[in-house]
């Protein structure tokens, strides 16, 4: 019997924690990573931090998470990314769809 792998990968979900660091506050970053996460079908959550720093915590296949991450690096037009932080580790089930929640931040 052969196991069935999904579209977006294979094995179990995983979960991507990252810690976006630079110029990603006042410019759309939430939104951009909200998007991003929506299209490829990702569950989580995206929100400012007190520091200046936005964190992205999706769940879903690797590879789905990879292709995250790689926009993640590279943000929207308006930001610049000086460092991203990032955490791995089986999903814990964070529940369904992708959400903006509200944390520290300085507008946007």
Not at 94 to 106: A, K, N, V
């Amino acid at each position: 019997m052969t196991e069935r792998i999904p579209a977006g990968g294979s094995g179990r979900p995983e979960r991507l924690d990252a810690t976006v660091r630079g110029r990603v506050q006042g410019v759309g970053f939430r939104v951009f990573a909200l998007r991003e996460a929506m299209a490829l079908g990702l569950a989580g959550f995206v929100a400012n931090l007190a520091d200046g720093g936005v964190r992205v915590v999706a769940e879903g296949p690797r590879r789905d998470l990879d292709a995250l991450l790689e926009r993640l690096h590279e943000g929207p037009p308006a930001s610049w990314i000086d460092d991203v932080r990032v955490r791995r580790e089986p999903a814990r089930g964070i529940g369904p769809g992708f959400r903006i929640e509200s944390g520290h931040h300085r507008g946007d």
